[in-house]
């Protein structure tokens, strides 16, 4: 019987999780938690199969969270999922050891396939995580990370270091904010960057915009 420790602090994910899991002849939901401390006492006092965990979620959360639960019990399988899409987070997850990596819009027995195929040792990704571990893995070591964007990319990375907002940079593209913010998720993920202010340093440190300080 493969075990599930399910955590995620909205109860409705968590209500229609477990309802999924228990549905089946070969695995239960046997621990839930809320919050990240929740999560890690959990795996401090019980053993599971494979943990379910959600990559926000109130106190410890995260890449920290995932840090966490893999160094108290390394052999314990992770699989995320999550409402935040691949280009955000899923490269830095399977780096941070995640055995897969899900968002909540994929369907009921998709999550079932991941749940089993983890809880195995094997490890879950679908085909985009899969595209962005090859571009990952085919950068040159010594290759500069803005050199992975695309031109689209590239244009978008020098005004957002500008100091341009995404609604201007929609603007003069004339494209939605909404598709500004994916690029710019995007060009964090390929350069491996955390947010807007590593994303103007490296530009300073590699002389891609001037350094306005006085």
Known sequence: MIEVLLADDHAMIRNGVRHLVDDTDDMRVTGEASHGFGLVDLIRENEYSVAVMDMSMPGRTGLD???QVKSERPRLPV?????HQEEQYAVRAIRGGAAGYLTKDCDGEMLLTAIRKVARGGVFITPRVGELLATEASRPEDAPAHTLLSNREIQIFDRIVRGM???AIAEEFSLSVKTISTHKSHIMDKMGLANQLDLVRYALDH???ADRTP
């Open 65 to 67: 969270l995932l840090k």
């Open 79 to 83: 699989l995320i999922y999550t409402m």
């Open 165 to 167: 907002s995404l609604t």
């Open 207 to 209: 002389g891609l915009v």
